[in-house]
Antibody, heavy 121, light 108 residues
């Protein structure tokens, strides 16, 4: 069965960086894409960016441009999202979610369990 | 950026009754719209994509309709498991993909 398993919770200080991993199983990693979506405590869903497992194409939300880096290791069926210059309002649960197309942004049909990132001094 | 607006913010419905949730886009998104269900402490779950196609294993009591700027998610006969927060998402014009702010469906 399709599974996305994310790395564990992180606590970071303001100004630091965090790198979240998302290991995929149960499907061909290169045949789909991955979205990264975050959710601040008690808030809604916010899309951060997308990466194709097929050709590595990337789209970032403008809000995070220059501060986020999304990568994949196709040999390990794993995606990574690194967010730098952390601020307290980056405290959120970060989700990876499989995009149902390898080449364009569409719906997300499977989601990881989420990774809580807490930014606090 | 396309703004998605959901209404109402909170909907109170009794089990067994019908629930109708609305989502409006600030410009046409054709049929490139999805609905997700999220329960406390869980990741979102895809319910509907392409505005009206049920995702795998989604019960038939969930249905989606609409195109352009106006969309509806209908739950025909609410069960206790359906009380959750529902989000719409457009993927017509990107980046960015955008979500509505959510509708909380609560037990009346």
């Amino acid at each position: 069965q399709v599974q996305l398993v994310q790395s564990g919770a992180e606590v970071k200080k303001p100004g630091a960086s965090v790198k979240v991993s998302c290991k995929a199983s149960g499907y061909s990693f290169r045949s789909y894409s991955l979205n990264w979506v975050r959710q601040a405590p008690g808030q809604g869903l916010e899309w951060m960016g997308w990466i194709s497992g097929y050709n590595g194409n990337i789209k970032y939300a403008q809000k995070f441009q220059g501060r986020v880096t999304m990568t994949t290791d196709t040999s390990a069926s794993t995606a990574y999202m690194e967010l730098g210059s952390l601020k307290s309002d980056d405290t959120a649960v970060y989700y990876c979610a499989r995009g149902a197309s390898m080449i364009r942004l569409v719906e997300s049909d499977y989601w990881g369990q989420g990774t809580l990132v807490t930014v606090s001094s | 950026e396309i703004v998605m607006t959901q209404s109402p913010a909170t909907l109170s419905v009794s089990p067994g009754e019908r629930a109708t949730l609305s989502c409006r886009a600030s410009q046409s998104v054709s049929s490139n719209l999805a609905w997700y269900q999220q329960k406390p402490g869980q990741a979102p779950r895809l319910l509907i994509y392409g505005a009206s196609t049920r995702a795998t294993a989604v019960p038939a009591r969930f249905s989606g309709s609409g195109s352009g700027t106006e969309f509806t998610l209908t739950i025909s006969s609410l069960q206790s498991d359906d009380f959750a927060v529902y989000y719409c998402q457009q993927y017509d014009n990107w980046p960015p993909i955008t979500f509505g702010q959510g509708t909380r469906l609560e037990i009346k």
